[in-house]
C-alpha cells in the first residue's frame, strides 16, 4: 500500500502542476516523526506522505499557495472565486453534484477552503476508495473547466460568504486582531 499511495500522490503531483516528474522515485523518512516521508518534485513542490497504517480511511490534501493576502483591493476575494469554480465542472464530471457524489455516494466528503495563504482541496474516503478520490481530486485541480456561464453564480455566492463574515462578530474579530498583530507585516 504505501508504494501505492506514493506513486499515487506523485502521480497527482505531477499532473496538478505539469511540469516534471519525481526529482527521486525514493522518499526521505521524517526521523522525528515515523511514519512521515516526503519528496520534492523538479518542479518545486513538496509532496508529503503520512502513514497510519490502523486508519480505515485515506486522505488528500492539496495546498496551492495563494491566498487572500496576495490579492490586491481590485481583487479581492480571487482566491476564494478560483476554489469555488474548480467544482463547477470537469469534462468527466459536468457538474457540481458529479463531483461531489462519487466521493459522497460512497461514504466519503470532498471540500476546498481558501486561507490567507493557499487554497486547500481535501478528500477523504473509506481506503478501498483510494483510486477513485485520487482521480476525483486530480480530475479537478487539472481539468476544471471554469465555463463563463458559471462565472457569474460563484461570484454572488463568494460575494454572500464575504458579507456573511463581514456580519459575523467572530469573523471581526478575527480580522482586526490579524490587522493590529500583523500591521506593517506582509503577513
Do not use: C
Not at 511514519?35 to 497510519?52: A, D, Y
Not at 495563504?117 to 479537478?140: K, T, W, Y
Amino acid at each position: 500500500m504505501r508504494a501505492r499511495l506514493w506513486v499515487a500522490v506523485v502521480m497527482l503531483a505531477s499532473a496538478t502542476l505539469g511540469s516534471g516528474g519525481p526529482a527521486r522515485a525514493d522518499f526521505q523518512g521524517s526521523p522525528d516523526e515515523p511514519g512521515l516521508f516526503s519528496n520534492r518534485l523538479q518542479n518545486g513542490m513538496l509532496v508529503l506522505v503520512r502513514e497510519r497504517p490502523s486508519t480505515e480511511v485515506a486522505a488528500i490534501s492539496v495546498g496551492i499557495r495563494g491566498g487572500s493576502r496576495d490579492e490586491e483591493p481590485e481583487t479581492v476575494g480571487a482566491a476564494h472565486f478560483m476554489e469555488h469554480m474548480y467544482f463547477q465542472g470537469t469534462p468527466k464530471r459536468a457538474t457540481s453534484q458529479d463531483i461531489d457524489r462519487e466521493i459522497t455516494s460512497r461514504g466519503g466528503w470532498l471540500n476546498a477552503w481558501t486561507g490567507w495563504e493557499s487554497i486547500n482541496f481535501q478528500v477523504v474516503v473509506p481506503d478501498g476508495e483510494f483510486d477513485r478520490a485520487l482521480d476525483v481530486i486530480s480530475d479537478l485541480l487539472v481539468n476544471s473547466l471554469f465555463e463563463e456561464s458559471k462565472i457569474d453564480k460563484e461570484r454572488r455566492v463568494v460575494l454572500e460568504e464575504l458579507n456573511r463574515r463581514l456580519n459575523s462578530p467572530s469573523g471581526h474579530v478575527q480580522d482586526v486582531f490579524a490587522q493590529t498583530i500583523f500591521a506593517g507585516h506582509p503577513a
